[in-house]
Structures are given as C-alpha cells and as structure tokens.
C-alpha cells in the first residue's frame, strides 16, 4: 500500500531514534568504546558509520527494546489501525512484538531467510490471524534489502522451521519451501507492506552504504489467544492460561488493546501506559516447537 504515512505521522518516530542513537553513541564514547560520532551524518547514514567501529549501538536499539512517545503513536496512528481493523475486525489488539530493524550494510545478521511469523508463534495461533505491518523508514529496494515474499504463501499451512546457520533466526529448509518465485516487494518511505503470520518472507543483506531502516508492527483481534489485560467477552479465548493469564500468540511480549467498540475504556491511550507495560511485564517463554532457541539480537561483548 502506497502513501498511507506522510512525514508527519513518520518524522516523529525518526527523530525519537536520532535521539537515542546519539545518547547511546556519547555513552560508547565515555566508555571508551566508539571514537567517532559521525555527528555530522543523517538518519540514513550515522548508524552505518558507527556500526563500522562497533556493533553495540545497533544491537542495542534492535527489536523490540525502544518504547517512546513516538513508537506509541506509531503503533496507535489511526490509519494503521483503519487498516488493521479491516482485517481483524472491531478490537483491536497490537501484539507487542514490533520491531526495530536498522538493517546495516555488511552487518552480520543482515540477511533474514525464509520463515513464517507462525514459526516463532504459539502453535495455538497457527490458524488465526496475526497481521503484520511492515513500515519503511527509508526507501527500501532490492539493494538495501527490502523484503521479498512468496505469494499466495498466505494460504498455505505453517511450515516446520529449522534454525538459520547464523543463530539468530529460524528458517524454512529448501525442500519444504514452495516452488512458486519469490517476489522482492520495494517500498517506499510512506508505504506499508502486509504480511499474515503465514507468508513466507526474508530479506537479503544489504548491499548499499545506507542503513535500511525499518519496523514491522503486528495486529490481531482481541477474540484470538492474547496476554493484554482486558475484559474478555464470551467469544473470547481464555483457554491456554499460564500463571493466571490467558497466553497470547508470542507470549514473551506484552499485548495491549488499541481500538474497542465495546471496551473503549480498555484501550491504551498513552505513551506512559504502553511504557509502563513494557517495563513491567515479565515475559513468558514461548513453545519450543521445533526443538531449537534462537537467540534473540543481543550484545556480544566480544563485538
Ligand atoms: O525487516 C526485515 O528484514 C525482516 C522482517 C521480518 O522478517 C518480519 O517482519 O517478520
């Protein structure tokens, strides 16, 4: 979908970033561990050149750990959420698990194989929807490593997945992937990319001097498995409960309701809310289906 966000609903995000960058970039500096700024470069550029002194600063930011004003209006901005509820209906729930994605030229987990969101999902949920948005910050082109998909993927059933040589990631295996081409799927700053929790989906490296900036927000109705802390109404699943809590789809994250017809006082409204909800939730772990853990972005101290 073109043109859904302007500058206006994206600057903010952008700017809420540059500012963690450059905070976290000072403290590197302090500690002795990055001797240049790179100040002087933009949003487009900086992280790269940090990047090629240290690997910290990127890692640091990666996934789902900033949880600003801005990332809140972001994942609450009300032509996502028009979108979101044309697919899954009048409550809304935002799945927590959003990422932030610098995608660094030459990074080491800069490819991102084959895999259905369903791969790192409760089994529970392999036949519900869990919709993602996929929302570039910078123009995104097969070079810099926008996402490629197979379509009509969607409609198949979830596949096994083995972990990816790099660790970080699961992966479908050739043999099980469907013979169909996949489709690289360049979009530009502004436009969004669908996905289900069914589509199979990757990204290469990025071959460009710029970082490709990215976050893939996750929306489903409030009558799937969730963790948020709401009412729930008769055709609501409350089954799967773990210490006393119904489980979500990606139970490591902190679900949370963001558009109601018939809960409205539910909804998180505020960025302090949200950031209250993701520091105080403790996660739980999610089912290990396929026998292997990845590992998550982390710091590697001997990055
Ligand atoms: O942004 C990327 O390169 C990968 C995103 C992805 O795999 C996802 O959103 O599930």
């Known amino acids: 979908m073109k043109n859904i966000l302007d500058e206006a609903d994206l600057q903010p995000v952008i700017e809420e970033i540059n500012d963690e960058i ?17 100040e002087d470069k933009p949003f487009e550029t900086r992280l790269a050149g940090i990047s090629q002194e240290t690997a910290k600063l990127a890692v640091s930011i990666w996934g789902g750990i900033l949880h600003g004003p801005a990332i809140f209006h972001l994942i609450t901005n009300s032509k996502l959420l028009d979108v979101a509820e044309s697919f899954c ?13 610098p995608k660094i030229p030459n990074f080491g987990y800069g490819e991102v194989p084959a895999h259905q969101d369903s791969g790192y999902f409760e089994p529970f949920c392999d036949d519900d929807l869990v919709l993602t948005m996929w929302i570039p910050l910078v123009d995104t082109y097969p070079e810099n490593g926008c996402l490629w998909v197979i379509p009509g993927s969607h409609k198949g059933e979830v596949v096994d ?13 050739d043999n099980l992937m469907p ?25 290469e490296k990025n071959k460009t001097d710029m970082v490709r900036w990215s976050m893939d927000l996750r929306y489903q109705s409030a009558t799937l498995p969730t963790n948020a802390d709401i009412t729930r109404l ?5 089954e799967n409960i773990e210490a006393g809590v119904p489980s979500a789809c ?26 209250k909800l ?26």
């Open 89 to 101: 209906g009048e409550e809304v729930i935002a799945s927590s698990v959003y990422r932030l994605r």
């Open 278 to 303: 993701r520091e105080i939730y403790t996660g739980k772990t999610v089912t290990n289906r396929y026998g292997v853990y990845w590992k998550e972005m982390q710091i590697d101290e001997t990055e």
């Open 22 to 38: 450059d905070i976290r970039a000072r403290k590197l500096q302090e500690s002795g561990k990055l001797s240049n700024l790179h």
């Open 161 to 173: 997945h083995i972990m990816h040589e790099s660790g970080k990631y699961l992966a479908i295996e």
């Open 250 to 275: 990606y139970p490591p994250d902190p679900d949370f309701l963001v558009r109601s017809k018939v809960r409205n006082n539910e909804v998180i409204t505020t960025p302090a809310d949200f950031m």
């Open 234 to 238: 008769e055709n609501e699943v409350t």
């Open 179 to 203: 013979k169909e081409d996949l489709v690289f799927c360049p979009v530009s700053k502004g436009g969004i990319l669908l996905l289900t929790n069914k589509t199979i989906h990757g990204s």
